[in-house]
């Protein structure tokens, strides 16, 4: 070295905070409105939601945590290095000292609601394994990337849907009933129920609380006869 040094390390971190990329969506109040709740209730629930995980560390940690299912997933399926993206975001979370919630959600002038992700996104589609293995070059075709701030720009988009989605449930049904409508899709699909027919049996296994294959296709045997 020219200063009389040696190199020490040769990464020296995955804290990207000089590579941020940042997502923002309104959601039209009357858009939020299902069942029983009104667009109003399930705008506020929300906001109420991530205020706690702004406050309170225990919160935030499962807060983050349903945003990295979402971003986490496509950094995997690119190719690129989900745990480097993970550790930078948990530390972008704590630069204030105080661990907290990676994105915001307020009403906005309409009434509507607003949410923000802003995170570290140092990925690539040049090099290793995005250019090499299948998959990873499917996913980067499929989704039209042309560059690695447009692949960024796709992952924190998907973080703070997966967000909006998980705040949604915990806040109004419980979200063991999305993952039990989840499920029974899933069963449905198995069972090899026709695409059309799906969401009817679907919805009929979940009120039984009969999510079996066998179930499902009693219910479309039974639709066939009548």
Known sequence: MWR?????????????????ARSQCTI???A????????????????EAWAFAAVDPYRAVTHNKGIMNGVDAVVLAT???????????????????????????????????????????????????????????????LMGIQSASELAEIIVSVGLAQNLGALRALATEGIQQGHMSLHARQVAVAAGIPQESIHAIVEQMV?????????ALEIMD?????
């Open 4 to 20: 009389g040094g040696r190199a020490l390390l040769r990464i020296l971190t995955n804290l990207a905070d000089r590579r941020l």
């Open 28 to 30: 039209p109040v009357a």
């Open 32 to 47: 939020l409105a299902f069942g029983e709740y009104s667009g109003e209730m399930v705008r506020n629930r929300i906001i």
């Open 79 to 141: 190719g690129n290095d989900w745990r480097a993206v993970e550790a930078g975001a948990h530390a972008y979370a704590a630069r204030t000292g105080r661990y907290a919630s990676l994105s915001t959600w307020s009403v906005g002038k309409k009434g509507e609601l607003v949410g923000e992700l802003e995170m570290p996104m140092a990925v690539g589609i040049v090099g290793g394994a995005t250019r090499v293995h299948p998959a990873a070059c499917a996913a980067l075709k």
């Open 207 to 215: 009120k039984e609380g009969n999510i079996h294959v066998s179930r």
């Open 222 to 226: 039974e639709w066939r006869t009548r």
